[in-house]
C-alpha cells in the first residue's frame, strides 16, 4: 500500500510514544524508512499550524549522532514522520546478556549520545524524553538520537501508555518537582543516568511512581539542601523531604574509573543551573583519558 504516493508501507515495527511505527521504502530513493504516525487526538482539524512549523524545524537538524527527518506531511488526519531506518537501539545492546561492554564501548556510546545533543542544544531544541530505546544504532555503529523536540511539540508523553513508565527513570529532579520552564539540563540528567545504565548494565534509578522515584534519586544523591539548590523550594511541586545521607558515589559504582565518576557526579548536579553542560561534558577528561573511546564500527551489537 502506497502512503502519499511515495512511500511502500511494509511491517509494524512498534508502537511508541506518539502512535504506531512502520517499515517502508521510499520508492524515490529506494531507502529503508520508518515512518511514525501520529494521531493528532485533540488538536485534529487545525493540526495546528505551530506542529508543522517546528517540524519544519526538526528537518532542520541534520548531525551523524541525530536520526535524520526525512520528510513530514499530514494523510488522513494523521501526521506521518518519515525517519532514516534502524538497525537497533542502546535498550537492546545494554539488554543483551552476550554483549560484553568495555569501558570504551561505554565511552564511545557515551560520547556519540552527548555529541547528538551538543548539536540540538546549540540550536536551543531540548530533547526532553531521553532513553536507551531513543538511542537507535544505524548499520554502520553510529547511535542517533531519535524523538528531537517530539515532546515540546506533541506535550509531555502520555501516562495512559504503560510504556512510557520507564520514561520516568531518565527524568530530572526539576521535572519532577514540577518545574514548567526547564531547560537543557534535563537531558543532561537523562544521559547521566544512561551512563550509569551502560555501566550497571541495569537502569540505575527505577521509580515506580513520581515521588518514588524522587525518593530513589534521594537515596542514591542524598536529599538536595536548598543551599545546594536554591530555587528547588519555588517549584511547584517541591516538598520537605526527610533528610537523607548520600553513599559515596564510588559504593554504587564499584567498576567505574576515577574520571568515569567524576564526570557522573557532574551529571546528577541537583541545581540545573549548576549541572555541567553537554559541551562541558565532552570536553571532561574522562573522554581524553585513556581508553579512547572505541570507533563506532567495532562497537559489539546484537545479531
Ligand atoms: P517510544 O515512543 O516508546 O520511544 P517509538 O515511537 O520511538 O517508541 O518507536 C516505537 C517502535 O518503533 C520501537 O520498537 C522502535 O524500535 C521502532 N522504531 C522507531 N523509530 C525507528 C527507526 N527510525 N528505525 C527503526 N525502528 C524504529
Redo the contacts with the bound molecule.
Keep these: 500500500k502506497r502512503v502519499a504516493d511515495r512511500y511502500l508501507k511494509r511491517e509494524v515495527?512498534?508502537?511508541?510514544?506518539?502512535g504506531i511505527?512502520f517499515?517502508a521504502i521510499d520508492t524515490k530513493t529506494g531507502q529503508t524508512v520508518?515512518i511514525?504516525k501520529i494521531r493528532l487526538g485533540k488538536y485534529k482539524e487545525g493540526v495546528n499550524f505551530t506542529a508543522l512549523r517546528e517540524i519544519k524545524l526538526l528537518k532542520e537538524l541534520k548531525d551523524p549522532n541525530i536520526?535524520e527527518l526525512i520528510d513530514a506531511f499530514p494523510h488522513k488526519g494523521n501526521l506521518h514522520l518519515v525517519?532514516?531506518?534502524?538497525e537497533s537501539?542502546l535498550e537492546a545492546v545494554i539488554r543483551d546478556r552476550n554483549i560484553v561492554l568495555s569501558p570504551a564501548d561505554v565511552k564511545s556510546y557515551l560520547q556519540m549520545t552527548l555529541k547528538g545533543l551538543a548539536y540540538c542544544h546549540k540550536k536551543w531544541v531540548v530533547h526532553r524524553d531521553m532513553?536507551p530505546?531513543?538511542l537507535?544504532i544505524a548499520s554502520d555503529g553510529q547511535l542517533k538520537l531519535?524523538?528531537f523536540g517530539l515532546a515540546r511539540i506533541f506535550g509531555s508523553?502520555d501516562r495512559k501508555f504503560t510504556?512510557q513508565v520507564f520514561a520516568r527513570w531518565y527524568r530530572a529532579p526539576e521535572l519532577l518537582y514540577g518545574a514548567k520552564q526547564y531547560g537543557a539540563g534535563v537531558d543532561v540528567w537523562a544521559a547521566g543516568c544512561i551512563f550509569a545504565e551502560l555501566l550497571l548494565r541495569r537502569p540505575f534509578l527505577q521509580g515506580s511512581s513520581d515521588i518514588d522515584q524522587l525518593g530513589k534519586i534521594f537515596a542514591a544523591f542524598g536529599t538536595p539542601k536548598p543551599s545546594q539548590w536554591p530555587d528547588m523550594v519555588f517549584l511547584p511541586d517541591y516538598v520537605e523531604y526527610q533528610y537523607v545521607p548520600a553513599p559515596p558515589l564510588r559504593t554504587l559504582f564499584p567498576m567505574a574509573s576515577d574520571d568515569a565518576l567524576d564526570l557522573l557526579s557532574k551529571m546528577f548536579t541537583y541545581d540545573p543551573k549548576a549541572r555541567i553542560t553537554v559541551q562541558q561534558a565532552l570536553e571532561h577528561r574522562y573522554f581524553s583519558s585513556v581508553p579512547a573511546p572505541t570507533k563506532p564500527s567495532l562497537l559489539p551489537r546484537p545479531p
Design positions: 515495527l512498534g508502537e511508541g510514544t506518539y511505527v517499515k520508518a511514525k536520526i525517519f532514516e531506518f534502524m537501539d532513553k530505546n531513543n537507535l531519535a524523538d508523553p510504556h
